[in-house]
């Protein structure tokens, strides 16, 4: 059964910064597209982030793109997201996921953690 664990969140200022962490177990990691999505209280969850096999390519949601970065480590089975210039609208659960597609679609991720809160004060 596949794994995922998150770590790293907590309670932030507008303006600062957190790096979110995901430890994969059970999974090929490197056969597997790793991505973050984030739910905010009362919506649904939103595709945040998402990078390739490799690492070589990345895609964010707009809202994110030049303060989030998505990276990954397949020797260690971690990816990671830095969040710089965090707002109040990025607050919510964080969801590490994992595919072996190149998609954005929630459904097309087979696996999810368990989530990590990170809530963002004004």
């Known amino acids: 059964q596949v794994q995922l664990v998150e770590s790293g969140g907590g309670l932030v200022q507008a303006g600062g910064s957190l790096r979110l962490s995901c430890a994969a177990s059970?999974?090929?990691?490197?056969?597997?597209?790793m991505g973050w999505f984030r739910q905010a209280p009362g919506m649904e969850r939103k595709f945040v982030a998402r990078?390739?096999?490799?690492?070589?390519?990345?895609a964010y949601t707009d809202s994110v793109r030049g303060r989030f970065t998505i990276s990954r480590d397949n020797a260690k089975k971690m990816v990671y997201l830095q969040m710089n210039d965090l707002m109040p609208e990025d607050t919510g659960v964080y969801y590490c996921?994992?595919?072996?597609?190149?998609?954005?679609?929630?459904?097309?991720?087979?696996?999810w953690g368990q989530g990590t809160q990170v809530a963002v004060s004004s």
């Open positions: 990078i390739s096999w490799s690492g070589n390519t990345t």
């Open positions: 059970n999974l090929i990691f490197s056969q597997n597209v």
């Open positions: 996921v994992a595919s072996t597609s190149w998609s954005h679609r929630d459904r097309d991720f087979h696996s």
